[in-house]
């Protein structure tokens, strides 16, 4: 048994953070847990960049607007508050990078460059080419790899928390190189595993490990969940793959054309065109599909995205890796040719309830939750493009400075025999078992009701069907056995427990948006089709109790701008 008095989980962007913050003050120890190496986390796939009011490019610019954007982006369902919080300190936390070492892109006179971003009144957005996350993920690594007081515990997949109702104790670890089960008692756990848009398995711009294990782990201890019906679709992921094509080519001056050569938007956001926020861009082109007005059919429909007038030049500077993506996955260089694309399942509004923004923290005492796997809300029904990264440095900051101070005052709670045995008992269980299902047809099948019932359009029927399949599928993973028996690197079993983290977050995403009777930010009811604020400007909020799911609603924090409606 290890003691730490801070476990981290998670060390994409938000767990990194917040593990350096805790770190700071040398007598605190961090554990800092990661499923995957830590550079291969989801964070480095990020490509077109963080928003900051840094006011380079435009000094009309400021945190005040920045957080207006942010607000009205979110179809007003954002804490004010909160966003206020994150705007602010945006700026802070990017000078800190800088000083760092995370090499930005740079105006002729030597400033950090801010480039156009979706929603966004003024070039905000910070970036290094198209290579944001990337460097930025690689930078945060270093400096964690520098502080004497964090251990990593790569390759070790976190199975469940260990509490007593109230209190945090501890989390039960499976070490993925040698199938050991590890427990680590802790007086603090941050949750930073990042989103789920894997639960639409086959089309989403997301890693594969993108699964969403912390926020399961979270719902099936009975912690709450909030607003989990929004779901981000990215309007350029690959046609053939769901790959993500950054909106930094829209930033950059992409257009996007439909079967007549026409810049469709024009009919949806008459002044802001393709730098209309993603629900809106999402919903035009599948709109222009369903009209008639895309290429191929059904599933392989698109439209295309149009770079070539930007020229050779600027395409190679400022998005090569959009470029090489495109060739290699579809065979298509944006140099010469304009791209097909079409909206992949991208980024997950909502996760974890955060009941403090200012601390990150949950309802359960020294449970803390940050990142994508977390609703704090700053997002609220639709993120703007830029707006994670930041999220996840600010709030990242400030969870580790709450969760350092809180360690010095409590001491760790003692396991029981029990709960010392858990972890063993669950991975011999599910060793054991002889079911007849597939792994494969029950995510397969996963992915085909969330796309088709659960995605861009809803309705009631479309979804009350998707949460009596789900709640099926999730009887049916009872009975998926893990082929594999060997203890070295066994990934079928860790695929089997991401399944099953999977099937219950697509239930809830399911169960949310069937009870939302309006349409607002990226969650659209086709037979609700307006925003309804007198009965919906309110959170959902989420909770398994057994088998039953509870649902509840709470006040969203307007303390600036009263909500209005929405036009670009
Ligand atoms: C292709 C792509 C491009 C994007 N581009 C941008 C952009 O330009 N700007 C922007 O603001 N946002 C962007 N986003 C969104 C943003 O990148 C993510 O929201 C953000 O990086 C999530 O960071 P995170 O630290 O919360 O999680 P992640 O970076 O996903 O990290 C999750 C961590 O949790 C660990 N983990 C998960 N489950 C377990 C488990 N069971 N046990 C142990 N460890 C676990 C993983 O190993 C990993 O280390 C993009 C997203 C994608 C997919």
């Not at 594969?208 to 294990?213: L, P, Y």
């Not at 400022?318 to 495109?326: D, E, F, K």
């Not at 659209?524 to 398994?544: A, T």
Request: glycine share 8%; charged share 25%.
């Amino acid at each position: 048994m290890r003691h730490y008095d801070v476990v981290v989980v998670g060390a994409g962007g938000a767990g990194l953070r917040t593990a350096i913050e805790c770190a700071r003050d040398p007598s605190v120890r961090v554990a800092v847990v990661s499923k995957v190496y830590p550079t291969r986390s989801h964070t480095g796939a990020a490509q077109g960049g963080l928003n900051a009011a840094l006011c380079n490019e435009s000094p009309q610019d400021s945190p005040e607007v920045h957080a207006f954007d942010t607000i009205k982006g979110s179809d007003f369902l954002a804490d004010q508050d909160a966003v206020y919080f994150m705007c602010k300190h945006a700026p802070d936390v990017v000078h800190e990078l800088d000083r760092w070492g995370v090499p930005f892109s740079r105006m002729e006179d030597g400033r950090i460059a801010q480039r156009p971003f979706g929603g966004a009144s003024f070039p905000r957005t910070v970036y290094s080419a198209d290579r944001t996350g990337h460097v930025l993920l690689h930078t945060l690594f270093e400096q964690a790899l520098s502080k004497e007081n964090i251990d990593f515990f790569n390759e070790f997949f976190l199975l469940d928390l260990l509490h007593n109702g109230q209190r945090v104790k501890g989390v039960v670890l499976y070490d993925i190189k040698n199938g050991e089960v590890v427990n680590l008692t802790t007086k603090a756990v941050v949750l930073a595993t990042g989103g789920f848009a894997r639960i639409y398995w086959q089309r989403s711009t997301n890693a594969v490990g993108n699964t969403g294990d912390g926020a399961a782990v979270a719902m099936l201890n009975g912690l709450p969940l909030k607003d989990m019906e929004f779901i981000q679709f990215h309007p350029t992921g690959l046609a053939k793959t769901g790959i993500l094509l950054s909106e930094a080519c829209r930033g950059e001056g992409g257009y996007l054309i439909n079967k007549l050569g026409e810049r469709f938007m024009q009919r949806y956001a008459p002044e802001k065109m393709e730098l209309a926020p993603r629900d809106m861009v999402s919903r035009a082109i599948e709109h222009e599909i369903r009209e008639g007005r895309g290429f191929g059919e059904g599933t392989s429909a698109y439209v295309l995205l149009d770079l070539r007038h930007l020229g050779e030049e600027k395409i190679k500077e400022r998005l090569p890796q959009v470029r090489q993506l495109a060739i290699d996955f579809e065979g298509v260089d944006p140099v010469y040719d304009p791209v097909p694309i079409r909206p992949s399942a991208h980024y997950c509004m909502g996760g974890i309830h955060i009941e403090n923004h200012m601390t990150s923290s949950t309802p359960m005492e020294g449970l803390y939750a940050v990142g994508e796997c977390a609703c704090v809300s700053v997002h609220g029904a639709n993120r703007l493009g830029g707006n994670s990264l930041i999220e996840l440095l600010v709030f990242g900051k400030f969870c580790g400075i709450s969760a350092r101070e809180y360690v010095k005052q409590v001491d760790y709670l003692e396991l029981t025999p029990a709960e010392e045995r858990k972890g063993i008992e669950f991975i011999e269980n599910l060793m054991k078992r002889e079911g007849k299902e597939k792994l494969a047809d029950i995510r397969r099948r996963m992915g085909e009701i969330t796309w088709e019932k659960v995605g861009i359009f809803r309705d009631e029927d479309s979804l009350k069907s998707a949460y009596e399949e789900l709640s099926e599928l999730i009887q049916r993973w009872e009975d998926v056995p893990v082929v594999d028996k060997s203890k070295v690197f066994n990934t079928n079993l860790v695929e089997v427990i991401e399944l099953r983290n999977m099937l219950h977050l697509a239930r809830a995403v399911a169960y949310c948006a069937m009870h939302r009777k309006e349409s607002r930010g990226g969650h659209y009811r086709e037979d609700y089709p307006e925003r309804d604020d007198e009965n919906f400007l309110k959170h959902s909020i989420l909770v398994q109790e057994g088998e039953r799911l509870k649902l509840e609603y709470i006040d969203v924090r307007i303390t600036h701008h009263q909500p209005a409606e929405r036009k670009y």
